[in-house]
Each structure stands twice: as structure tokens, then as C-alpha cells.
């Protein structure tokens, strides 16, 4: 009995083995091979995402063709170096270390920074963002030009006089918004020429100015329609450089735990001053 028990227990061991190669060949299948070497889809699809920028923006299929011919040239290469024994070269294996120890800080990044930031965390830093922006004010204006003074004084005694704003733009402006009754929309400071600009935000709400206001364009009648606090933008519209800042965030915070854990001596004088200041600038940002 205990032989039968035995081949059954070995039996069903090799049937789930046989489940897992067979899930395996599933999910990640063969898709060439190189000599005694399979390519599997897993090690095409990080040939695809390391292809050359340039290379990014070609068809799916031709994409895929193009990273299978990377692999299986490395490969192909790859064996006669082994044959020569270049895997045993210092300079060889001073490279594989360096290439090692670059994975695992990738690796470490994503799994404590990319992928551990929370929505939580880019919501908060947005708000900290937008609570250290110095409120603007915006006005909302229209305006009719003209090309001389007298031109634009008399403009002025028709609103005097009653005259609509929009219907004398339409048919007075050398603006190309004329057809829209001079309207400019809101803007903040720093959007118009200093001459307009001026002259816009001292305006009241309602209020059109009563002398021309010249600039290098010719001469403005303006009337601002309304004034307000500018809106921040939404966090839909800025969360991809927030996330960045608090990616950056939680990098410095690791790097200097790792700093406190481990000394890091630069016998150089001059490179150790150049690194001390670019790591300040970096952390100031």
C-alpha cells in the first residue's frame, strides 16, 4: 500500500508541475529560440519597453520585429563572447556590477517611491501648492482700436453718449476679435502690454476708460466687464508634476535615511565640493 501511496503522491506532483509549465505556457509562451535558447513573450515585451525612443512611436507589429531582432542578436553574439571566455574580462564584470547595482536602485525607486505614493499624497501636495501661490486678481475686458487718437476720443462721446460698447467694436475695431465685440476674456497681469495692462486693472468693474490708452498697436477704448480671484488650476490639469514633486520627495527622504545608516566619503577636494553643491541644489528645489 505504501508503494501505491507513493506513486500517487508522485503522480500528482508531476500533474501540478505539469499545470504550472502549462500556465506558464500561457501566460508567457515561447516565441523563438536561438540554438538551445527560448525567447519568451516576458523578455520581448522588456526589449520593447528598452528600444530607443525613437523607435517608440513605430506600429505595434513592427515595434515587436524590431525588438526580436535586438534579442536574438544579442544572443547570437552573446554565445561566441561566452565561448571566448569574455565573460571572465574585469572590465566585463566592473560593468555587470555597475549594471547590477543600477537595477536594484530602479527596483528599490519603484517599490518605495512609484509605487508606493498614494492619491492621498498627491491631493495633499497639491493643496500645499496651491495654498503658497500668491492670489492674482484677473479682469475680464474688451476693447475697440483705432489708429489715431481722435479716433479713439470719439468713440469715447458715443459711450458717453449711450452707445453700446460691443456693436461700436464691431463696427469701428481693427482688431481681428471685432467680429466678437473686442472681447479679450480674462487675464492676469503680465498677459498684456504694460500699457493695457495698466490701465485695465485700474479700472472699476462696469467702468471703460475715459482717455485713449496708446500702445505699439494703435490707440484702446477699454471696458472691463469683471473682476475676480484666479482659480488655481485643477488637480486633474497639474497632476502629473505634482506626482513628480512628490516623487522627488519621497527619493530625498530615502536617500538621506540611507545617508544617515552609511558614510559616503569623496576624497577628491574639487569633486566633493561639485557633488556637495549639486546635491544642495537638488534638495532646494
Given at each position: 500500500?505504501?508503494?501505491?501511496?507513493?506513486?500517487?503522491i508522485?503522480?500528482?506532483?508531476a500533474m501540478?508541475a505539469?499545470?504550472?509549465v502549462?500556465?506558464?505556457?500561457?501566460?508567457?509562451p515561447?516565441?523563438?529560440t536561438?540554438?538551445?535558447q527560448?525567447?519568451?513573450?516576458s523578455?520581448?515585451?522588456?526589449?520593447i519597453?528598452?528600444?530607443?525612443p525613437?523607435l517608440?512611436?513605430?506600429?505595434?507589429?513592427?515595434?515587436?520585429?524590431?525588438?526580436?531582432?535586438?534579442?536574438?542578436?544579442?544572443?547570437?553574439?552573446?554565445?561566441?563572447?561566452?565561448?571566448?571566455g569574455?565573460?571572465?574580462?574585469?572590465t566585463?564584470k566592473?560593468?555587470?556590477?555597475?549594471?547590477t547595482e543600477?537595477?536594484?536602485?530602479?527596483?528599490?525607486?519603484k517599490k518605495?517611491?512609484?509605487?508606493?505614493?498614494?492619491?492621498?499624497?498627491?491631493?495633499?501636495?497639491?493643496?500645499?501648492e496651491?495654498?503658497?501661490?500668491?492670489?492674482?486678481?484677473?479682469?475680464?475686458?474688451?476693447?475697440?482700436?483705432?489708429?489715431?487718437?481722435?479716433?479713439?476720443?470719439?468713440?469715447?462721446?458715443?459711450?458717453?453718449?449711450?452707445?453700446?460698447?460691443?456693436?461700436?467694436?464691431?463696427?469701428?475695431?481693427?482688431d481681428?476679435n471685432?467680429?466678437?465685440?473686442?472681447?479679450?476674456?480674462?487675464?492676469?497681469?503680465g498677459?498684456?502690454?504694460?500699457?493695457?495692462e495698466?490701465a485695465?486693472?485700474?479700472?472699476e468693474?462696469?467702468?471703460?476708460?475715459?482717455e485713449?490708452v496708446?500702445?505699439?498697436?494703435?490707440?484702446?477704448?477699454?471696458?472691463?466687464?469683471?473682476?475676480?480671484?484666479?482659480?488655481?488650476p485643477?488637480?486633474?490639469?497639474v497632476?502629473?508634476q505634482?506626482?513628480?514633486?512628490?516623487?522627488?520627495?519621497?527619493?530625498?527622504?530615502?536617500?538621506?535615511?540611507a545617508?544617515e545608516?552609511?558614510?559616503?566619503?569623496?576624497s577628491?577636494p574639487?569633486?566633493?565640493?561639485?557633488?556637495?553643491a549639486?546635491n544642495?541644489?537638488r534638495?532646494?528645489?
Amino acid at each position: 500500500m505504501s508503494r501505491y501511496k507513493t506513486l500517487a503522491i508522485a503522480a500528482l506532483v508531476a500533474m501540478i508541475a505539469a499545470g504550472g509549465v502549462a500556465r506558464a505556457e500561457e501566460t508567457d509562451p515561447v516565441v523563438a529560440t536561438v540554438g538551445d535558447q527560448e525567447i519568451r513573450k516576458s523578455e520581448l515585451e522588456l526589449a520593447i519597453s528598452s528600444l530607443d525612443p525613437q523607435l517608440q512611436s513605430m506600429p505595434e507589429e513592427q515595434k515587436r520585429a524590431a525588438a526580436l531582432s535586438s534579442v536574438i542578436d544579442v544572443k547570437l553574439l552573446a554565445k561566441d563572447a561566452e565561448k571566448e571566455g569574455l565573460q571572465n574580462d574585469e572590465t566585463y564584470k566592473q560593468r555587470i556590477a555597475f549594471l547590477t547595482e543600477r537595477e536594484l536602485h530602479n527596483a528599490f525607486f519603484k517599490k518605495h517611491v512609484v509605487d508606493a505614493i498614494t492619491e492621498e499624497d498627491v491631493k495633499a501636495r497639491y493643496e500645499k501648492e496651491i495654498a503658497a501661490i500668491p492670489a492674482q486678481e484677473e479682469v475680464k475686458a474688451r476693447h475697440i482700436l483705432v489708429k489715431t487718437e481722435e479716433e479713439a476720443k470719439g468713440i469715447i462721446k458715443e459711450l458717453e453718449a449711450g452707445k453700446s460698447f460691443v456693436e461700436l467694436a464691431k463696427a469701428k475695431s481693427t482688431d481681428p476679435n471685432k467680429d466678437d465685440g473686442g472681447d479679450l476674456g480674462y487675464f492676469t497681469k503680465g498677459r498684456m502690454v504694460p500699457e493695457f495692462e495698466a490701465a485695465a486693472f485700474a479700472l472699476e468693474k462696469g467702468a471703460y476708460t475715459k482717455e485713449p490708452v496708446k500702445t505699439q498697436f494703435g490707440y484702446h477704448v477699454i471696458l472691463v466687464e469683471d473682476k475676480r480671484p484666479q482659480a488655481p488650476p485643477a488637480l486633474e490639469q497639474v497632476e502629473p508634476q505634482v506626482r513628480q514633486l512628490v516623487m522627488r520627495d519621497k527619493y530625498l527622504e530615502l536617500l538621506a535615511s540611507a545617508k544617515e545608516s552609511t558614510e559616503v566619503e569623496i576624497s577628491d577636494p574639487e569633486l566633493k565640493k561639485a557633488y556637495d553643491a549639486a546635491n544642495a541644489a537638488r534638495e532646494a528645489r
